[in-house]
């Protein structure tokens, strides 16, 4: 009993080093209103944060982009993180929150709601603004799990979203690879290529804010991104224990915001996820103006979400609440229900249906 404690207790101890290295080497900001805005302000005006509609236009479907980012000759080497703790290992659901004693932790309903920036090979996606203006209009807390190619696509967007105090990024591999059917150094190029796209956009930020007199400001800013989203919520065990041997940690969802939106309209997408939400839930939306009733969907289900008192945290925060329940096999509801994507998407998941080039097997990474 006694050797089962300890065990516990060092397990916890682990996670908790782990977390204060690794995922939060930057310090959460203290208090949104003093300050911790200084970077969004400072390097670009209201009009520039609000975006345009725009931001939202996809591109066409063309040739496959196969080129990749080099590191700037100002940005750092993406640093080598530990092993993720055998607590954080596989495909975290939801957090099952601790119950401290105290009546006002216990009141405490967490959801951490967060929103994948998917692109391929060959497409550009977009970027949903209103969504991002919802969010800090509520002053609400979230993360985006960015595809490296969308940050590169996208590197304005890329930028607010590192500077922004509410938000915190994750990597969604380089073009959306599909890692249940890669090698284990193709996984490794769509996680390092994101990686080093990050360290660019970084250097550049840290460029800007030098320049403003706001370098400090940086501090809270991680320097790698050791949470990641499956694409295609597919995995196998090669790629799980690839991404825990490389220091990730794997985030998946227990309430999935635009199921079937085909088929349903926004209120009863909302509802549907408010009626599945409990504290400790992750929310899958996505903010690329792919989806068509996203930010719909938000506007009914946030306002709701909080009117229930639940409070919106990023992931790394949510982690730090409770105990994380993972499993073995990334999917959607159920196990097993997103293998059609295999077949759907060509090259290894990396490039979108494209009827005038129905055979199309390349790029990979
Ligand atoms: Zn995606």
């Given at each position: 009993m006694l050797r089962r404690l300890y065990r516990g207790f060092v397990a916890a101890l682990a996670l908790a080093l782990w977390l204060c290295s690794a995922c939060l080497a930057a310090q959460e900001p203290a208090n949104l209103e003093f300050g911790a805005e200084a970077l969004l302000s400072g390097l670009w005006t209201p009009a520039e944060l609000a975006?345009?509609?725009?931001?939202r236009v996809i591109g066409p479907v063309g040739e496959p982009d196969a080129s990749t980012p080099a590191l700037a000759s100002t940005a750092q080497s993406p640093p080598a993180r530990q092993a993720t703790p055998q607590a954080m290992q596989g495909a975290i659901r939801r957090v099952e929150p601790q119950t401290p004693s105290s009546p006002l932790a216990q009141a405490r309903k967490p959801v951490a709601i967060t929103f994948d920036l998917c692109e391929r090979a060959n497409n550009v996606a977009g970027y949903n603004n209103q969504i991002i203006n919802l969010l800090r209009a509520a002053g609400a807390k979230a993360t985006f799990f960015a595809g490296g190619k969308w940050m590169r696509s996208h590197p304005e967007a890329a930028l607010q979203l590192m500077a922004d105090p509410r938000f915190e990024l994750g990597n969604h591999a380089w073009t959306h690879g599909n890692l249940a059917l890669m090698t284990r150094s193709e996984i490794e190029t769509q996680l390092h290529l994101t990686e080093v796209q990050y360290a660019n956009l970084r250097a550049e930020l840290t460029r800007r804010a030098e320049a403003k007199g706001l370098g400090a400001e940086l501090a809270r800013v991680p320097q790698t991104m050791p949470l990641i989203r499956l694409p295609y919520g597919r995995s196998s065990e090669l790629a799980l224990n690839t991404l825990a041997e490389l220091g990730y940690v794997v985030i998946q969802w227990d309430v999935e915001g635009e199921r079937d939106e085909g088929r349903q309209t926004a209120d009863t997408l909302a509802q549907t996820a408010l009626a599945q939400v409990r504290p400790g839930s992750i929310i899958l939306l996505h903010a690329n103006a792919v989806p068509e009733k996203s930010f719909a969907i938000l506007q009914r289900l946030l306002p709701a979400l909080l009117r229930q008192g639940y409070e919106p945290v990023t992931v790394s925060e949510l982690l730090r609440l409770g105990r994380p329940q993972a499993v073995r096999q990334g999917y959607f509801t159920i196990p097993g229900d997103n293998l059609q994507y295999d077949a759907i998407f060509p090259g290894k998941g990396t490039l979108k249906p494209d009827p005038a080039r129905p055979f199309t097997t390349v790029p990979v990474p």
């Open positions: 975006g345009s509609d725009a931001d």
